[in-house]
């Protein structure tokens, strides 16, 4: 085993030790033993238990963005509205409760771990702001306003708000779904556009009518 695949086998190991003990239960030796290696071996590829975590953080939100770039692009294409459709939404969302579906350990690990430790939480905070800011082009399409290099403040707040919206929506489903996994993902993904989309396409409505009053 090379020593990249010695490291995905340990990152995988400790995402499901983290998503089952939490951070401050989770131990080194635990996750060596998951990953047959010894504890050295573990720290030769991560320094300390909380730089692992934030690797693990880092990893998987970054999956989960590159999901977004795949299928909701940050501009419209040639001649088309910059507005989003209902199937490009749709399709990202599926996309999410695909990952969350086929990689339960890693979203129990980003959205369901609490700990006591400060420095963690803020590694937690940083991780979720980066990934935030980088997704903000994508969730200002959803409700119908482009978000250029250097934004106004009222420009950006929309896409926040839209982003903290969506993140509400679908992180709540996806932890309703976890006790309830007898319901057909396309159930969840048709309940998270429902709840998102409608909303969002009203005030696109508004915002379009009240820019071509005279």
Known sequence: ?????????????????????GYQRASMEEIARRS???????????SSKRQLHRRLLERHFAELRQLWRERLPETGDAGTSDR?????????????????????????MLFRDTTGDAA???DHQEVIDTSRNALLPFFARLVGIPLFD??????????????EVCR???????LWWHDRPEVPRAVV????????WTGFE????????????P
């Open 36 to 46: 047959g290696v010894s504890v050295p071996v573990v720290y030769d590829h991560f």
């Open 168 to 174: 509400s929506v679908l992180q709540g489903l996806a």
């Open 1 to 21: 085993m090379s020593a990249q695949q010695r490291r995905a086998v340990i990152e995988e190991a400790a995402t499901e030790v983290f998503a089952a003990h």
């Open 189 to 196: 993904v048709s309940a998270a556009v429902d709840a998102v």
């Open 84 to 108: 989003l459709s209902t199937q490009e939404v749709a399709s990202a969302f599926d996309a999410w409760f695909h990952y969350i579906e086929t990689h339960p350990y890693a979203w129990r």
């Open 202 to 213: 009203r005030s696109s409505a508004a915002r379009r009518s009240s820019r071509n009053s």
């Open 150 to 163: 250097e934004p106004d403040e009222q420009t950006r707040v929309e896409a926040e708000m839209a982003w």
């Open 120 to 122: 963690v939480r803020e």
